[in-house]
């Protein structure tokens, strides 16, 4: 009897034991999840506060180009000379002078070649 008592015990001691060790890995899980979810929510905050920056960087360079349009305008009222000098600063174009070159004609096919196209004046 003092046997069946002593298996009983130790049957009894080997269940308490997994209960709790499955007790802690319980109290471990759910303190794991609980960190995950701050993690989220942090990301999120993270997420959210880029999204409201992203807005105001495209609000803020749509205010710059407006005024970089309205400071131009009033350039352009102010001084037509500006307007004029940023005429003359596009990219020029080669013209075509098939076989004169300065007013006068070129007798050489190799001076024809080398000055087919000239930088317009």
Not at 104 to 110: E, L, N, Q, V, Y
Request: hydrophobic content about 30%.
């Amino acid at each position: 009897m003092f046997e069946e008592l002593l298996e009983l015990y130790k049957t009894k001691a080997e269940e308490i034991e997994k209960e709790r060790t499955e007790a802690q890995a319980m109290v471990m899980l759910v303190s794991a999840i609980e960190r995950i979810s701050k993690e989220l929510d942090s990301k999120q905050n993270d997420v959210e506060l880029l999204g409201r920056l992203i807005d105001q960087v495209d609000r803020l360079s749509k205010e710059v180009a407006d005024l970089k349009s309205q400071l131009r305008t009033r350039q352009g009222e102010q001084c037509p000379f500006l307007n004029r000098m940023a005429a003359r600063e596009r990219p020029r174009q080669p013209r075509s002078i098939s076989h004169r070159y300065n007013g006068r004609k070129t007798g050489s096919i190799h001076h024809k070649r080398a000055c087919r196209y000239a930088w317009p004046e």
